[in-house]
């Protein structure tokens, strides 16, 4: 579903360029939950957006289900991702005067989701938002933000998920909802690739790769590093 190859990535600073990537390959199959650690600045957060499409590299391909996606134009790019791709991020990044229902539908504002209110409605449902579908984020605990925001990611049916410490902020309980639901999106199917400093978060994925500073150094299984 996602295939990385000798994606490089130098950033320009005032103390000169800072190489955070280089040379790195990484492959993350249909069905299967990827966890990403390392320590701040090795390059994380960098690859999950190259491997979303929106950072451009200074060298590699990115494919997701085999479309390379720097070979596309801007908005072919920006429609592939729509279609694609879902994002969970730490700070939810929700539309704070919607309710919780039409910010699970706001994907489809983008990209034409046929059942798209169907599709809301179960979801809301499912991540046990029901009682809360009108409330608008200001309304909600910090873990009913973070589960409509998944809830948003998957509306559109994506085959890859790609979540940025999506429990950083949330107490045990929440995140083990959170987690649950990655992992279950996996088991049927999906791809995930998620970037967390949690080790228990990790321990949560089928395989973890550990990034150190400026190159990856290895790729470990059964939840260590």
Do not use: W
Request: charged share 20%; hydrophobic share 45%.
């Amino acid at each position: 579903m996602l295939e990385i190859r000798n994606l490089s990535k130098t950033y320009r600073g005032p103390d000169g360029p800072l190489t955070v990537l280089r040379g790195l390959d990484l492959d993350v199959g249909a069905g299967e939950f990827v966890a990403v650690q390392g320590r701040s600045g090795c390059g994380k957060t960098t690859l999950l957006l190259a491997a979303g499409g929106l950072l451009h590299p200074d060298a590699g391909r990115v494919a997701v289900a085999g479309q390379d996606l720097y070979a596309l134009s801007a908005e072919a790019r920006t429609r592939f991702r729509a279609a694609r791709i879902g994002f969970v991020f730490q700070q939810f990044h929700l539309i704070p005067y919607l309710s919780v229902l039409d910010n699970v539908l706001s994907p489809a504002l983008a990209l034409k989701v046929p059942d798209a209110r169907v599709r809301a409605e179960e979801l809301v449902a499912a991540l046990g938002l029901a009682a809360r579908r009108h409330h608008v984020p200001a309304q909600l605990s910090t873990g009913e933000r973070q589960r409509t925001a998944l809830a948003r990611a998957l509306l559109n049916r994506p085959g890859l998920l790609l979540a940025d410490e999506p429990t950083g902020n949330l107490d045990r309980d929440s995140a083990d909802v959170v987690l649950g639901h990655l992992a279950d999106f996996a088991r049927n199917g999906g791809a995930v690739l998620l970037v967390t400093h949690d080790a228990e978060a990790a321990a949560r994925a089928q395989r973890v790769v550990r990034l150190e500073a400026r190159e990856s150094v290895g790729v470990g299984g059964g939840g260590e590093p």
